[in-house]
Structures are given as structure tokens and as C-alpha cells.
């Protein structure tokens, strides 16, 4: 599976952005899509997943009513609409993907990870 993430830039606060993620293959439509980021001297943190019918969404507490996720399966693209931007969502944000649901997205373990994109929000 490949993944390549997209659509981030230098945002000044209060703006938004839309993320685009597009995977190869053939497990996109059975599988559940994560976002997450990485802000420099931080962790990887799981932003938002859905599941593979797009019907269920889930999101960090940071980010909830600000954030919202959602895929074109005839796309195999998941997008990450990001709204009301603050300079702290500053990170590189990435996709991955699991097939067995949206709970097996709170990890970081996976065993590749595609090319993110880096979200800068100026203050």
C-alpha cells in the first residue's frame, strides 16, 4: 500500500485547509483511514479515522468540531477538512490505513508510512 498525503501549506490562524490522502490498491474500500500528525519534538498522534463505509468518524479532542474526515471510496482518497486552524495543529499530518476497523487506528506501529504534508499555522 501507498500512500501520499497532500494539500498542506502556510495557513495564518483562523484559516482553513483540506488535506488529501491517496492510497494504492486494492484494501482502500474494506479499510478503515486514520490522520494523524507529528509537530516537531512531539509524538505521532492519531487526529481523526473513519471507518470504510465512511459512516463512522471519531477525532482527538483537540481537533473535534474543528476537523472533519471523510473519504471517496471511488477515489481511494480520504480527505481531512481543517477549519478555525490554530498554531499549535502546526505538524506534518499523514495517513495510514487498517483493515480491521477504526479502534486498531489509535497506534503508531505501523509498518510504513507514506509521505506526509506539512501544515504551518502562523500565529
Known amino acids: 500500500v501507498q500512500l501520499q498525503a497532500s494539500g498542506g501549506g502556510l495557513v495564518q490562524a483562523g484559516g482553513s485547509l483540506r488535506l488529501a490522502c491517496s492510497v494504492s490498491g486494492n484494501i482502500f474500500r474494506s479499510s478503515a483511514m486514520g490522520w494523524y500528525r507529528q509537530a516537531p519534538g512531539k509524538e505521532r498522534e492519531l487526529v481523526a479515522g473513519?471507518?470504510?463505509?465512511?459512516?463512522?468518524?471519531n477525532y482527538a479532542e483537540s481537533v473535534k468540531g474543528r476537523f472533519i474526515v471523510s473519504r471517496d471510496n471511488a477515489k481511494n482518497t480520504v480527505y481531512l477538512q481543517m477549519n478555525s486552524l490554530k498554531p499549535e495543529d502546526t505538524a506534518v499530518y499523514y495517513c495510514?490505513?487498517?483493515?480491521?476497523?477504526?479502534?486498531?487506528?489509535?497506534?503508531?506501529?505501523?509498518?510504513?508510512w507514506g509521505q506526509g504534508t506539512l501544515v504551518t499555522v502562523s500565529s
Open positions: 473513519i471507518n470504510s463505509s465512511g459512516v463512522r468518524k
Open positions: 495510514n490505513t487498517d483493515v480491521r476497523g477504526i479502534p486498531w487506528l489509535s497506534r503508531t506501529d505501523f509498518a510504513s
